[in-house]
């Protein structure tokens, strides 16, 4: 029996599901019995059957599904996989800064971690980033952790004033114009579709801007036979299942997130028949956080 049929056993012995997110290895994603953005791996996990959620992804994704089913065990093949941006919100910060500003409504990309999410108003994702804020009743917004994200919403709601933190993907941020404009020259005849994670200047280059389940729809519908994709190499996968007629072109050749690249199906095999490593969130924080989860699922 080789290795993915043994996952396939102890998925159907443990009564497991694997979520998986679009920027984990094709192999991982083939494997997975729902594979999404952060949105969609959001409400999955709350509606999930299983009594052991694997979460293939980065560490703050499983500890969302945690937040979302504090009864069942969630388990992350690699309990290192860390998200660079996430790092770059802290808690404490974030509570002087409400104090200093108690006008102000924290809205938080959920690509941060659990205590950042038990001290903010309301979470948010790339797909409806603009909508949360929108709808969130407050005019002034902190917006956490990334600027990118954050900078896309304020040119898209003009009506509010909108604070950014300091946090960028490193990932997305490498991009540079001059990358884009390479791969623009070499390809006259390709679109370019950028996830708002980019820089302003990248995204302004773009013929499309959106999160990664936006830019599948987008490119379902495309009658272009070329597109150049600024974001995580990892989304290709899902592209050319959807689009086999179309080539597609990483906006820069090292597009890749290592940290998402690090559940190996050795890893998620282990990961299953050790159940292991199981994620906890402190109940006192789980509960802030998931008030902030469930209002932006609310929203959206
Ligand atoms: S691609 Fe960027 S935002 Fe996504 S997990 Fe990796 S470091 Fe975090």
């Known amino acids: 029996m080789d290795k993915i049929e043994r996952i396939e056993e102890l998925k159907r012995e443990k009564n497991a599901v694997i979520l998986a997110h679009y920027y984990v290895d094709g192999a ?27 979460f293939c992804g980065v560490y703050f994704m499983a500890e969302t599904a945690k937040i979302l089913n504090p009864e069942k065990k969630v388990i992350i093949p690699y309990y290192k996989a860390d998200c660079l941006m996430a790092d770059m919100a802290i808690a404490e910060e974030i509570e002087e800064f409400k104090k200093d500003n108690p006008d102000y409504a924290v809205v938080t990309y959920v690509n941060s971690s659990a205590d950042v999410k038990a001290v903010s108003d309301i979470c948010c994702t790339s797909a409806n980033a603009v909508k949360v804020v929108e709808k969130v009743d407050a005019e002034k917004i902190l917006f956490v952790p990334d600027r990118n994200l954050g900078s896309y919403v304020a040119e898209k ?16 941020q490498k991009l ?50 070329k597109v150049i994709v600024g974001t995580e190499e990892g989304i290709i996968h899902q592209l050319r299942k959807e689009r086999p007629d179309i080539e597609f072109i990483l906006a820069y050749s090292e597009f ?6 690090m559940t190996t199906v050795d890893r998620l095999l282990k990961a299953l028949e050790r159940e292991q490593f199981e994620v906890e969130v402190p109940e006192e924080i789980a509960e802030r956080a998931r008030v902030a989860i469930e209002k932006m699922l609310e929203i959206s």
């Open 28 to 54: 991982i994603q083939d494997v997975a019995d729902f594979v999404g953005d952060s949105l969609e791996l959001a409400r999955k996990a709350k509606k999930v059957d299983g009594d052991i959620i694997v």
């Open 157 to 172: 709601v003009k009506d509010k004033k909108i604070k950014v933190w300091n946090g960028y993907c490193p990932v997305h």
């Open 176 to 225: 540079t114009v001059e990358d884009a404009e390479r791969r623009r020259r070499e390809n006259p005849d390709a679109i370019f579709v950028v996830h708002p994670e980019c820089k302003k200047e990248i995204r302004d280059m773009a013929d499309f801007v959106g999160s990664t389940s936006q830019i599948l729809e987008f490119v379902k519908e495309t009658t272009a036979k």
């Open 256 to 261: 890749v997130c290592d940290q998402m690249k």
